[in-house]
């Protein structure tokens, strides 16, 4: 069935280095989301992309819909203690708009 | 808003147990989904529902899993008999409207229920 694709699964960085999360689809997706989860916490929505080749920022977060509309990254610069969290994607499918997730992917900050 | 809303926060029960999870949704979100999250599997949607009417429960594990939405302002998600390996947080978001299209809004999730069956 279709599937979204998330790599990595876990990424270690020192405070104030970047950070990108990438999601592939098996499929073209009508668009894709992206929440994050903190540590115990639920998912928040983050941004929603449409359009193919997108390109969305908020602050420090840059998001990416890829021109096939199958693959989408989130690019966090600089990162700070308050990123930390699991980043999901999770594309929605056309045939009953269905959310398809991704595994996500969790920061951890190096002490 | 105060958001959706779910109780209880945590719920430790005995296997063979009945138990039922409840959630309200925000006012004017005509779309309810009913997730469960563990490490092994992630995100798992179990049922949703539109404007109160089940439309897909292709989710729910089993029979033992069941789920109701008598008003557009509350549903419950009820499991009998519980089993160890329904052990997970469950969670319930709401949305306005289909989420493709015009709909920025994405789905708004509870705060969870931690289940966990001994």
């Known amino acids: 069935g279709q599937q979204v694709m998330q790599i990595p699964q876990y990424q270690h960085v020192q405070e104030g280095e970047d950070f990108t999360t990438y999601c592939n689809s098996s499929t073209t997706l009508s668009n894709i989301q992206w929440y994050k989860q903190r540590p115990g916490g639920h998912p928040v929505f983050l941004i929603q992309?449409?359009?193919s080749g997108e390109v969305k920022k908020q602050k420090r977060l840059t998001f990416q819909f890829g021109e096939a509309k199958k693959n989408s990254s989130l690019h966090i610069t600089a990162t700070q203690t308050t990123d930390v969290g699991t980043y999901f994607c999770?594309?929605?499918?056309?045939?009953?708009?269905?959310?398809?997730w991704g595994a996500g992917t969790k920061l951890i900050i190096k002490p | 808003d105060a958001g959706v809303i779910q109780s209880p926060r945590h719920e430790v029960t005995e296997m063979g147990q009945e138990v039922t999870l409840r959630c309200k949704p925000i006012s004017g979100h005509d779309y309810l989904f009913w997730y469960r999250q563990t490490m092994m599997r992630g995100l798992e949607l179990l049922i949703y529902f539109n404007n109160n009417v089940p439309i897909d429960d292709s989710g729910m594990p089993e029979d033992r899993f069941s789920a109701k939405m008598p008003n557009a302002s509350f549903s419950t998600l009820k499991i009998q008999p519980s089993e160890p390996r329904d052990s997970a947080v469950y969670f319930c978001?709401?949305?306005?409207?289909?989420?493709?299209?015009?709909?920025?809004?994405?789905?708004?999730f509870g705060s969870g229920t931690r289940l966990t069956v001994v």
């Open positions: 978001a709401s949305s306005l409207g289909l989420v493709g299209g015009a709909s920025t809004y994405g789905y708004t």
């Open positions: 999770a594309g929605l499918r056309r045939s009953n708009y269905q959310l398809i």
């Open positions: 992309l449409v359009k």
